[in-house]
């Protein structure tokens, strides 16, 4: 019972009809079994003292009087042993016979539980011989002394407060308005209930949902313990199905048609932490039940129910995947109405390779399957595969999105790397798909590899040059392969390495030949609120520029604000390029630019000056005056 967790047991004993002695001997076997397995709650089923099916037997006075007899044995056989026992029984108050559930604990009956609503339908005829039990519970006086009796006991431990027990019989859970809710709602954690259900084809189907769905609407631990075989008539059979449930979740459940005792263990830490949460579940303001208090020992519990490893995860494939459809189609819906509403038109996804922005990509491609859109409109999707094994094994996945998958990127690219790709890529039916590589490992650093894996590189990128969108260059791991970490205060430029790299590549991949746009290396230091981190990478992003390098990859939101202001072309650029293509094949090869500042020479900036109006499509141009500090406000 320490951390919160208490053993508890559902029992199904073999029982004769009407032969009170033999059950009696068999339930305190019950009772006895359990307490060596340490269970501190033990429910049996329903009139198993005389037997559910004993019919007009029940008009017997001898019948009721060995019942009253060998409930009294049962509860003294209970003196000297640790647990709450609840058993039924059919008991006679002022001349009425009266379904009960008899609480029992360290010699004594704490309460005689009633049962709330009696079938008489079916094959169940019970108001021939019982009646309903009172609308509130009152004391009564049995065997000398006085007891509580009706519906809705509460019965605390004294050792751990949050353990209060209450009891229902059979039928009442399968009312509208089962009595386990006043009851929980009065604080009750853990149901117990004594049922005599009997077995037609797919009841135990539903037995199960109702027991589950209960706990879950209780927020509470539920035992049901259900009568076996030894009630078994010619015209009804009793399959013994018992169930432990919590908050929802089966714990336990018997084999039907098997007579056993089950067991499990509930977390009352997580029960009562679960109501703390749960807005809606409200607890009497005013309380009426009757509390009444049992002993049981704290003690070690051994724990046999299980904990799954991935407890939001089914571990059962066909729920597993049902679950996730559920999940993509709740924030399909949720995205489709932004996009409806916003009348936006297309979508931007940024992929990182991790499971949440590939969700991200599977929710966008579905929100637009649902607003009947073009998936193409979702633009340039690249997926990060960790080597070419991984990338095999979504093959499927692959080729059933590739006209939304713009391509693939490939980590530690070389040209080799890149041959294995392409070839896969092919085989595969998905050679559509473009590739981005990315220029991070130490051998095109290596003085004695890197001339090799440079002209490899080259080769394989005039190969593969259409396929090939954009060309990364890594930073991280090239600088961790020497121990170093960038420092924040300077740029990725300062690094003598870096640089050499950076003068290596744009070497034998800057031209006409080629002409693949590569994009600067990744900067981890994103804290833009701090001025002077805000200053270095702004000063990085100049020098990339200064390189040739297009855009830079961002690893922080808080990056893409300056990225993004310091692409747009300046008026100055702008307006100096238009003059200089305007000059190509013109007698003047040479003028002043715009703001008289540089000089604008035709034949070595022409490059220069394509190059700006192609990025004044993409990144667009500053109005005269404004420059990319006055997009830092937005």
Not at 55 to 78: G, R
Not at 220 to 237: C, F, K, P, Q, R
Not at 246 to 260: A, M, V
Request: with cysteine; aromatic share 8%; proline share 3%.
């Amino acid at each position: 019972m320490r951390h919160g967790f208490v053993k508890v047991a559902a029992a199904t004993p073999d029982i004769r009809v009407a032969d009170v002695e033999f059950n009696k001997e068999n339930i305190c076997r019950g009772i006895e079994e359990a307490e060596k397995a340490n269970a501190k709650i033990l429910v049996f089923p329903e009139l198993c003292v005389t037997g559910y099916t004993c019919s007009d037997l029940f008009d017997h006075a001898v019948l009721l009087k060995a019942a009253k007899k060998a409930l009294l044995e049962i509860a003294e056989f209970t003196r000297d042993r640790d647990l709450l026992v609840f058993v039924g029984v059919p008991l006679e108050v002022d001349g009425k016979l009266y379904n009960v559930a008899a609480a029992l604990n360290h010699g004594k009956i704490l309460g005689l539980t009633t049962k709330t609503f009696l079938p008489n339908y079916g094959e169940f005829y019970e108001m021939r011989q019982f009646t309903p039990g009172p609308e509130k519970a009152r004391y009564i006086s049995f065997n000398g002394e006085e007891i509580p009796f009706g519906p809705q006991l509460l019965f605390q431990a004294a050792e751990m407060e949050d353990l209060i027990v209450a009891a229902e019989i059979c039928e009442d859970v399968w009312s509208p308005v089962p009595p386990s809710i006043g009851a929980a709602l009065e604080g009750a954690t853990v149901i117990v209930n004594c049922s005599a259900s009997d077995e037609t084809i797919g009841k135990d189907t539903y037995r199960r949902e109702l027991i589950a769905g209960q706990s879950a609407r209780l927020i509470a631990g539920y035992i049901y313990a259900n009568a076996g075989e030894g009630e078994s008539t010619t015209d009804l059979v009793f399959g013994g199905h018992n169930i432990i449930a919590e908050n929802g979740t089966i714990l336990k459940e018997s084999n039907r048609y098997r007579n056993e005792i089950i067991y499990s263990e509930f977390d009352l830490e997580r029960i009562t932490g679960e109501r703390r949460k749960n807005t809606t579940f409200q607890t009497a303001q005013e309380r009426s039940l009757i509390r009444v208090g049992f002993q049981i020992e704290k003690g070690e519990t051994s724990l046999t129910r299980t904990f799954p490893k991935k407890p939001f995860v089914p571990s059962d494939e066909q729920t597993r995947a049902a679950r996730c459809e559920e999940i993509l189609t709740i924030q399909a819906m949720g995205l489709k109405k932004r996009l409806a509403h916003t009348n936006a038109r297309t979508a931007v996804v940024g992929i990182s390779g991790g499971l949440d922005s590939t969700l991200a990509l599977l929710v966008t491609a579905k929100a637009f399957d649902m607003l009947g859109r073009d998936k193409k409109d979702i633009p340039l999707i690249f997926i990060r595969p960790r080597n070419l094994e991984q990338m095999l094994k979504f093959k499927d996945i692959l080729e059933e999105n590739k006209d939304i998958i713009t391509g693939i990127v490939i980590p530690k690219a070389n040209g080799e790397k890149i041959d294995s790709f392409i070839e896969s890529l092919e085989k595969i039916n998905c050679l559509k798909l473009y590739i981005m590589p990315i220029i991070e490992s130490i051998e095109f650093i290596d003085y004695t590899l890197k001339d090799k894996y440079l002209k490899d590189l080259k080769r394989a990128v005039l190969k593969h040059r259409n396929k090939i969108l954009n060309i990364r260059v890594g930073v991280t791991d090239i600088l961790g392969s020497y121990g170093i970490r960038r420092d924040k205060s300077l740029t990725i430029y300062d690094n003598i390495v870096f640089k050499n790299l950076t003068f290596d590549l744009m070497s034998i991949l800057k031209n006409d030949e080629i002409d693949i746009p590569i994009s600067g290396g990744v900067s981890e230091v994103y804290d833009m609120n701090k001025k002077d981190i805000l200053n270095t990478f702004i000063k990085e992003v100049k020098i990339d520029k200064l390189n040739g390098f297009i855009g830079k990859t961002v690893i922080h939101p808080f990056q893409m604000n300056v990225v993004q202001a310091m692409n747009v072309i300046s008026y100055e650029d702008y307006m100096d390029a238009k003059s200089i293509l305007d000059g190509v094949g013109s007698k003047y090869s040479i003028s002043g630019s715009i703001n008289c500042e540089r000089m604008n020479e035709v034949n070595p900036h022409t490059k220069w000056a394509k190059k700006i109006m192609l990025l004044s499509d993409i990144y667009g141009v500053f109005n005269k005056g404004i420059s990319f500090n006055e997009l830092f406000r937005f």
